[in-house]
């Protein structure tokens, strides 16, 4: 008997974002409500300074408001009892945050928002204990409000009766530029959506004139500067010290390098400015996939609305999983009922089947502290800032939340073997060769000795890092996940292209890296006019590799069947035309051509 060929796979519209956090290995959340919107379970993330006496280092008996408002004359009781317990608690805390955490002033227990009922004495008493917890932590923190409530100041949100409540950041600091917390995020938008204008102004300190004055420094080019269009990936960066306050040029000191704030910051916001234009789409695509961003900003001109290349911007961020927040500017120059038209869009096509996310206005500084604690966690919700970089409106609230923005968990630890691919090369006069890149796992040092491949030939050749810089500050070694570039000895630019890889040397002569050809991709057609047959070419984005690649083989289809159409999902065998390629299974892969996209992972490399 012939078996049945198997049912053909079907996903519709709504799926695309349950299948891109399948193939990034992501657990979906329990989910909660607040004011309406759907968050992750809040139990799990524990995100207060919950008064339940549970826990390590818990003393019996004594509730968390008791620890705050304890006044015990003797050190050393006041040690045991109060300062300890609370100094493991947050010590805990930041150890999960990579350094950092956020912490709820005031309030037991999250989930039911049950607050302490603190009068304003109270409130600065607890405070105050809280700052001897961080000084006696190692390394030292530093305590900084983020927001308030009920205190009385200036912008806070209508008293609601149920006590003193502030919302603070607890961060250590930093001895060395290695230790420097960094978050990747993502610039994209249709073209004159005013991407680099933006980060001109976030970055610089310095308001715009209306006539794109902001946006000179960041261009790369001097086509870029004549056109005012973004044509290449641009890198800008964002510092915040320990305080959370950002690193901007003062009156006094008219610019800041990159060495400069890295050198102050605690924290680092590094922005991939990429560019609007369709012709430039393959320079985007390649921002998005090859410098692997943790979070998007998607820029939405308040004139315009969500048009162009903005929804294929959106897109290709729900296909790789990357959560998005959405900024409209220009809202200084726009008539209230074309923005009010900007954001009926904008509303409708976010909570669309396809995307399936809940907006969040952020209309102060409560709710940008709100969105930026619970962001990473639940991507169902999309906060949305309204700004003007000519007046200032609403810039402070996007930089406080970019200040919250956690830092991503890491899935591959420094003990690993290397993995390190190419996103960028350089010529540094009197150095050489230089390559810029992520690290995706293991520890690389200055001096050591690593595999550069593939080459022309498919070959591995060993090559030495005399140097590692990161954010232009040399450093002694680098870490994964984090953006660095090396100087590497006796080798010239024309010999490296973007897309190889640095690997650690195996110890066994058995186990030497490949060039790979063919792979097997777990793939979901998002679209295409017609089907997707063998011998169909696209462009193929994995990590920094782009490369037209040749669908060999349609796998778990009967003959006459091997095909796909949108909305199919199936295993396709791909070939690369040009050259072989360094491929580990999981990878994400995403194709296009023409209109046509798909995404997947990588479950099989090699020859059938």
């Known amino acids: 008997m012939t078996p049945s060929s198997p049912a053909r796979t079907k996903t519709k519209p709504a799926t695309l974002s349950a299948f891109a956090a399948e193939i990034s290995g992501t657990p979906a959340a329990k989910k909660s409500t ?45 040690e045991a009892k109060v300062l300890g317990p609370l100094r493991r608690m947050i010590g805990e805390r930041m150890e999960e945050g990579h350094g950092e955490a956020v912490f709820e002033v005031g309030c037991d227990d999250r989930d039911s928002g049950k607050t302490l009922g603190f009068s304003r004495e109270e409130y600065a008493k607890a405070v105050e204990t809280l700052r001897r917890v961080c000084e006696g932590m190692m390394p030292p923190c530093i305590f900084s409000e983020l927001s308030t409530r009920n205190l009385g100041r200036e912008g806070e949100p209508t008293s609601d009766g149920k006590g003193c409540l502030s919302r603070v950041m607890i961060r250590r600091t930093t001895a060395a530029a290695t230790d420097t917390l960094e978050v990747r995020v993502a610039v994209v938008g249709n073209v004159d959506a005013g991407k680099s204008t933006m980060l001109g102004v976030l970055t610089k300190g310095a308001l715009d004139d209306g006539r794109g ?96 290349m903005s929804k294929e911007h959106l897109g290709i961020a729900l296909a790789l999983n990357v959560p998005v927040f959405v900024v409209i500017t220009k809202i200084d120059m726009c008539p209230a009922p074309v923005l009010q038209a900007t954001i009926t869009q904008l509303t409708k096509i976010l909570k669309s089947p396809g995307v399936r996310k809940m907006p969040l ?43 919250i923005l956690p830092v991503p968990i890491l899935t591959h630890t420094a003990d690993e073997p290397v993995l390190f691919r190419v996103s960028d090369t350089f010529s540094v006069p009197f150095v050489g060769a230089v390559v810029s890149g992520v690290i995706e796992r293991g520890t ?26 990161r954010k232009r500050i040399n450093v002694p070694f680098a870490t994964p996940g984090q953006s660095v570039s090396f100087a590497l000895k006796r080798l010239r630019r ?12 195996p110890e066994s002569p058995t186990a030497q890296p490949h060039a790979i050809y063919e792979f097997v991709a777990e793939v979901l057609v998002l679209y295409h006019a017609t089907t997707l047959k063998p011998n169909y070419q696209a462009m193929v984005h994995i990590g920094s590799i782009t490369q037209t690649a040749q669908v060999v083989e349609i796998l778990d289809r009967q003959e006459g069947e091997k095909i796909l159409r949108t909305g199919d999902r199936g295993r396709i065998r791909f070939r690369f035309i040009r050259r072989g390629e360094f491929l580990v299974g999981g990878e994400k892969v995403l194709f296009r051509e023409g209109r046509t996209k798909g995404l997947g992972r990588v479950v099989e490399v090699g020859p059938k």
């Open 444 to 469: 690389v040092r200055a001096g050591d000795t690593l595999l550069l491949g593939p080459d022309a030939t498919d070959a591995f050749v060993s090559v030495g890092v005399r140097t590692i810089q």
């Open 34 to 78: 607040v004011a309406g919107i759907e968050l992750p379970d809040l139990d799990a993330l524990n995100l207060g300074l919950k008064d339940d006496g549970e826990g390590e280092g818990a003393d019996e008996g004594l509730s968390l408001r008791e620890r705050l408002l304890c006044d015990i004359p003797d050190e050393a009781e006041r």
């Open 361 to 403: 206005f952020i209309g102060g500084m409560d709710e940008a502290v709100t969105s930026g604690m619970h962001f990473s966690a639940s991507q169902r919700v999309c906060p949305i800032f309204q700004v003007s970089n000519v007046t200032g409106q609403g810039l402070d609230f996007v930089r406080s939340f970019l200040n």
């Open 494 to 505: 024309k010999d490296i292209r973007k897309g190889q890889v640095l690997l650690s040397i």
């Open 213 to 308: 004055k902001a946006r000179i420094a960041l261009f790369r080019h001097k086509h870029e500067a004549e056109s005012g269009r973004t044509s290449a990936v641009g890198n800008e960066i964002l510092g915040f010290t320990p305080t959370s306050q950002p690193i901007l040029p003062t009156g006094a000191v008219h610019k800041l390098t990159w060495e400069d704030i890295a050198a102050k910051a605690a924290k680092v916001i590094s922005f991939i400015d990429l560019a609007g234009h369709e012709k430039y789409l393959k320079t985007t695509v390649f921002g998005m996939v090859g410098h692997l961003p943790d979070y998007c900003m998607l820029m939405v001109g308040a004139n315009a609305g969500l048009v162009g």
